[in-house]
Each structure stands twice: as C-alpha cells, then as structure tokens.
C-alpha cells in the first residue's frame, strides 16, 4: 500500500469544478441513446481527423477540434458511471485508457509527420521525444500502480499535456508545446520513478 498520502492532483481539481457540467452533458449524451464505450471510440475518431489538420499544417483547425472531441474523454468516465450505478465497468477502463494513448499518439504522429515533410529535423526530433515522454509518464503510473501506489502526480500527466498543446494548436506554434511536453513529460517520468523509489525502496 501506499505509505504517503494520496496528493491532490490538478487533474482532481478539474473534475471537482466540472463535476456538474459533466454529469449534465453525460445524462444528455445517455439520453439521446449513446453509451460510455461509444463516446469514447468517437472522441478517439476526433483525434484522427485532429491529426491529420496537424500533419497538412492546419494547427488551428486541429486546435479547434481538439477542444471538443478531448472533452468527450471527460463525459464518458462519468456516463459509465451513471449508468452502472456509480461502479463502471472493467472493460470499459481498459478500453478509455487503450484509446487516451492511440487518440495522443495519433496527435504527435500528425506533427512528426508535418515536421518531415518540411525537413525541420530538429522539432521532428522533439515531437519524437514528445511521444517518448508521453508512454514514459502512463508506463510509469501504471507500474507503479500495480505495487498499489497512487502514481497521478507529477510536473505534466496527460490533462496538462493537452492545456498546452490545444492553444498552441489554435494560435498556431505548436513547436511551442512540443518542447514543453517534450521536456515536461520527461520529467514527470522521473519524478514518478523517484516517487517509486521512495516508496518501495525498503
């Protein structure tokens, strides 16, 4: 078990301001007949069409479609609940964490490969880096989550790698939030390996 008390993460911060709104559009969403597990294949389909305006150079289009299909990632955690009675279900966590990872790597894929096409090798490698990052941070979670520790914190989890990089998309410097999630996720993977040694390194 965890020997520290589980950290108040920004993430949790999020979901206690916007619970309301998102119990609301969930119950919508279920009301017109769409399930969790639908909305959250949907929002994944988004990030498709995201990256490819990423990869043709249109950032502030992809920006824009960003903003709608990531919140769906908020609804349909909330929707599983309210129709399982609050429990959830198992697969449907597996398969929203499955497509929170194709649905990043589908953005950074479109980046890597606008940056190819214009020969600037240097923010190719760093939207490379981006993508190592981003696996080392939910590697590291989910590692330590299987010795039972509470693995959420750190510099940059997945809801701050999107606040970056959806308004830098829009105002189109998305090499911006490339070095910063490029740097930030790096970070936060070591952070979270320190956070392990710590904790079992008895």
Same mark, same amino acid.
């Given at each position: 078990?965890?020997?520290?008390?589980?950290? $108040?993460?920004?993430?949790?911060?999020?979901? $206690?301001?916007?619970?309301?709104? &998102?119990?609301?559009?969930?119950?919508?969403?279920?009301?017109?007949?769409?399930?969790?597990?639908?909305?959250?294949?949907?929002?994944? $389909?988004?990030?498709? =069409?995201?990256?490819?305006?990423?990869?043709?150079?249109?950032?502030?289009?992809? =920006?824009?479609?960003?903003?709608?299909?990531?919140?769906?990632?908020?609804?349909?955690?909330?929707?599983?609940?309210?129709?399982? &009675?609050?429990? @959830?279900?198992?697969?449907?966590?597996?398969?929203?964490?499955?497509?929170?990872?194709?649905?990043?790597?589908?953005?950074? @894929?479109?980046?890597?490969?606008?940056?190819?096409?214009? @020969?600037? !090798?240097?923010?190719?490698?760093?939207?490379?880096?981006?993508? !190592?990052?981003?696996?080392?941070?939910?590697?590291?979670?989910?590692?330590?989550?299987?010795?039972?520790?509470?693995?959420? &914190?750190?510099?940059?989890?997945?809801?701050?790698?999107?606040?970056?990089?959806?308004?830098?998309?829009?105002?189109?410097?998305?090499?911006?939030?490339?070095?910063?999630?490029?740097?930030?996720?790096?970070?936060?993977?070591?952070?979270?390996?320190?956070?392990?040694?710590?904790?079992?390194?008895?």
């Amino acid at each position: 078990m965890n020997k520290s008390s589980d950290p $108040v993460t920004f993430s949790d911060k999020c979901r $206690v301001i916007f619970k309301n709104f &998102g119990e609301t559009c969930s119950r919508f969403l279920l009301k017109i007949g769409l399930t969790a597990n639908a909305v959250t294949i949907i929002g994944c $389909v988004g990030h498709i =069409g995201a990256a490819y305006l990423a990869a043709i150079g249109q950032f502030t289009w992809a =920006g824009i479609l960003l903003v709608f299909f990531a919140i769906t990632d908020f609804f349909d955690g909330t929707m599983s609940r309210l129709s399982t &009675g609050g429990k @959830g279900t198992k697969f449907g966590a597996v398969l929203d964490s499955t497509t929170d990872r194709y649905a990043e790597f589908f953005i950074f @894929g479109g980046m890597i490969l606008y940056y190819a096409k214009q @020969g600037d !090798m240097l923010h190719l490698t760093v939207s490379y880096l981006a993508v !190592m990052g981003a696996i080392l941070v939910s590697y590291t979670r989910a590692k330590g989550e299987i010795e039972h520790l509470n693995m959420k &914190g750190g510099l940059m989890s997945r809801l701050e790698r999107y606040l970056f990089l959806v308004p830098c998309l829009i105002f189109n410097v998305p090499f911006i939030a490339m070095w910063a999630i490029a740097i930030g996720s790096h970070i936060t993977a070591i952070q979270r390996l320190y956070h392990m040694y710590q904790e079992l390194k008895d």
